[in-house]
């Protein structure tokens, strides 16, 4: 079950001693904390508490289990994982556990993995279940001991299910929520046992999503969904050229639109305010609007590309090194590639939309982000008012892929309704959706290697491209690296001799942002794609060469050798009606704390269009939470890359992004679904993440493979049909 938020709810709380040792007594029920590196913050939902906590456990006297995570959900399945978690360590069952999002705070519910409080990176099921494990079996204990002094027995004699203590000796039992108020009274216990996997009822079972109800008929609330007394309904457009600003604006068109009832104009760009979205879309489209473009008006895609590898050709910041990888590459047999990758937008199926309403010295905000203490912040900076007087009412969100780990759409919304009375619904249109966002990078990358006896004896792996941390968590941008961008390449599977791995910082006027797989997805390509090829000019099998490499890396030869059966390796494939030249590719990595392994069959026509037929995907993630979840993660995630390295690419002329929808920025379309099959490796390792990596691994798999049809690698992404058609 999910609550949506009511931030109104009191914060206060005990010490920070009290919140790391572990519970806090509360009027009418038991609260337990987690522990956690920061210090912890109150929960949205409105049950009966007096504590602030980080993220928390509340049984209520009525038997009803609430916790508040730090994590977002956006599809991902994070609610219903760590619900598992909670659940299986308290022994309730998951109609008993309402789940909250959690409010902003900034300082006191920050991510244990990024500090700053964000869902991203794959990185929820890897910071959170065991804090939340033990806190479950905490409460748990506590719970124990309480029906233990009522019965005078022994706590160790006592057991658990769904919620009610039993007593085999007398018969006697007991709910959860009748002993809450005397299991708060007592000392939380200074350590825990969590079960044996053996005993699990709940974790590492694919049991069915939590929220799936309330969508399958309709009664989530995405923040597209909001709707509040009074409310209007804006869209707006920036200037089409990067940085560009407002001119002069003809509203008289616009204001004889029937439900138009104000325009707003504001240095970088204009919005409709009106009775619905449509009659708001009707007026923008009326409006007569001059641009000062601005000194971006010359930008274009050849330019961003010339300056990017221009800049490629310097010395790096050094990431990491190993041995002398430079003296060794100046002679012996010798392999060199680059690979490029273009800007890419997210286009999310919910477009960016946020509803803001601003009166009396305070700001309410309604949006689904991924960062909600960036959006109180960002918002009270724009109106110049103490944080404390924003609230943040966070909700499910329809697609995220990174777009929301920025809150450029909250702070264009708080600008626009401090102009206007009483609330307001921002929502952007498709095209300024992908026009006006922050994209991922361009990327740059060079490698070079040394290869003796069929090994590879040194490596240089050149990273050039924009830094999104430098901006977005500068502690992580140290030395002049960006560990996002050399994320993949500083940490290789393979066993590769004297190593060195160097990131430039090349920024240019286009504004980036993290993007699915993040990255790794250009990393994880080149070093994928340099091992396709070193394979081809030494006549030996792609997955072969791999595997001679891989003599310190068990898991990762554990997920090879499960693929390369699954996917039948050596064969020809399955045969395609699309096109005459067929093609199977491999690739393999080694990221958010996961292991994959994928096998793409392609097909190639005359024309040079790609088809892709099948996806074979071997996974080790660790310890696997939910199994459907992660398997549906994955299949999402080869979607996701498939369109990228099919379609996706954002190019610029005169300054401005010549995409605009889904009929020039291509996604997978369902007449180019391939078969997807996902298979996991059992495993006792600490979870990994999953949101990620299926996009990473895809990509490579199907240059590969394209690769192996037609003799040409490609590298620039995404694929030409003009550099594969047969003829050329």
Not at 537 to 543: A, E, F, W
Not at 565 to 589: D, N
Request: some cysteine.
């Amino acid at each position: 079950m999910l609550r949506n938020p009511d931030p109104t709810f009191p914060a206060i709380g005990p010490s920070r001693r009290d919140l790391l040792r572990g519970s806090a007594a509360l009027a009418g029920g038991l609260l337990i904390g987690i522990e956690f590196p920061l210090a912890s913050a109150h929960a949205d939902e409105p049950v009966p508490t007096r504590a602030r906590f980080n993220a928390f456990i509340h049984i209520a006297p009525d038997d009803t289990v609430t916790f508040t995570l730090p994590a977002v959900e956006m599809g991902q399945g994070v609610y219903t994982s760590q619900t598992q978690c909670l659940a299986e360590e308290l022994d309730v069952s998951l109609d008993k556990v309402i789940v909250a999002h959690a409010p902003p705070d900034q300082a006191n519910y920050g991510s244990p993995v990024f500090v700053v409080q964000a869902t991203g990176g794959s990185t929820t099921t890897m910071a959170w279940s065991g804090p939340l494990r033990k806190a479950a079996a905490g409460a748990r204990a506590m719970l124990l001991q309480a029906a233990a002094v009522g019965w005078l027995t022994d706590a160790a004699g006592l057991t658990t299910r769904d919620g009610v203590i039993t007593d085999p000796a007398s018969g006697l039992s007991v709910r959860y929520g009748e002993l809450a108020d005397a299991a708060a009274e007592l000392r939380p216990p200074s350590s825990v046992k969590l079960k044996d996997p053996s005993q699990f009822r709940l974790i590492g079972k694919p049991v069915h999503r939590i929220d799936t109800p309330d969508k399958a008929i309709g009664k989530t609330v995405y923040g597209i969904d909001v709707m509040r007394p009074g409310m209007k309904f804006a869209t707006l457009m920036s200037s089409p050229v990067l940085a560009g600003k407002v001119g002069s604006v003809d509203q008289s068109k616009a204001l004889t639109v029937a439900g138009v009832r104000q325009v707003v104009v504001l240095d970088d760009l204009v919005a409709v305010i009106a009775d619905n979205t449509w009659a708001a879309m009707r007026g923008l489209d009326a409006l007569a609007i001059e641009w000062a473009p601005g000194a971006n008006d010359d930008l274009n895609q050849a330019q961003l590309w010339a300056n990017i590898e221009k800049a490629s050709e310097g010395a790096g910041a050094i990431a990491k090194k190993e041995g002398d990888a430079a003296a060794r590459l100046k002679d012996g047999t010798l392999f060199e590639a680059t690979y490029e990758f273009p800007f890419l937008a997210h286009a999310p199926m919910e477009m960016t939309n946020c509803t803001v309403h601003v009166h009396d010295g305070a700001c309410e905000v309604w949006t689904g982000t991924q960062v909600p203490g960036f959006a109180q912040a960002g918002a009270a900076k724009v109106l110049g008012i103490d944080p404390a007087k924003v609230t943040i009412n966070n909700h499910m969100i329809g697609g995220g892929f990174g777009r929301r780990l920025e809150v450029d759409g909250v702070i264009k919304a708080v600008r626009i309704a401090a102009r206007v009375e009483g609330p307001v619904k921002v929502v952007w249109s498709r095209e300024e959706d992908i026009r006006q966002q922050l994209y991922r990078p361009i990327y740059h990358d060079r490698l070079k290697a040394r290869v003796e006896n069929g090994k590879i004896t040194a490596w240089h792996h050149r990273v050039t491209g924009g830094s999104i941390m430098a901006r977005w968590l500068p502690p992580a941008f140290q030395d002049g690296v960006d560990v996002d961008a050399v994320d993949g390449a500083a940490e290789v599977p393979y066993t590769v001799g004297d190593m060195l791995v160097e990131y430039i910082r090349h920024e240019s006027a286009v504004p980036v942002a993290f993007w699915r797989g993040v990255g790794p997805n250009g990393s994880i390509f080149s070093i994928e794609s340099f091992m396709d090829l070193i394979a081809r000019k030494t006549g030996t099998d792609p997955l072969a060469f791999r595997r001679g490499l891989l003599d310190k890396s068990p898991r990762a030869l554990g997920v090879l050798n499960l693929v390369a059966e699954k996917a039948s390796w050596g064969t020809s494939g399955p045969a395609s009606p699309f096109g005459a030249r067929r093609g199977r590719g491999f690739a393999l990595m080694n990221a958010f704390g996961s292991y994959l392994a994928a096998i793409a069959d392609v097909a190639v026509n005359d024309e040079g269009d790609v088809r892709v037929t099948r996806v074979v995907v071997a996974a080790d993630v660790g310890n696997v939470i939910n199994p459907d979840i992660l398997v549906a993660q994955i299949q999402g995630g080869v979607v996701f890359g498939l369109s990228a390295v099919l379609h996706g690419k954002i190019t610029f002329a005169g300054g401005r992004v010549e995409q605009s929808n889904f009929n020039d920025y291509r996604i997978l379309r369902i007449d180019e679904m391939p078969q997807i099959e996902v298979h996991i490796v059992p495993s006792t390792e600490n979870s990994g993440g999953i949101g990620e990596p299926g996009t990473v691994i895809v990509q490579p798999a199907v240059a590969n493979a394209v690769f192996a049809a037609t003799g040409v690698q490609l590298t620039r992404m995404p694929i030409d049909a003009t550099l594969i058609a047969k003829a050329v």
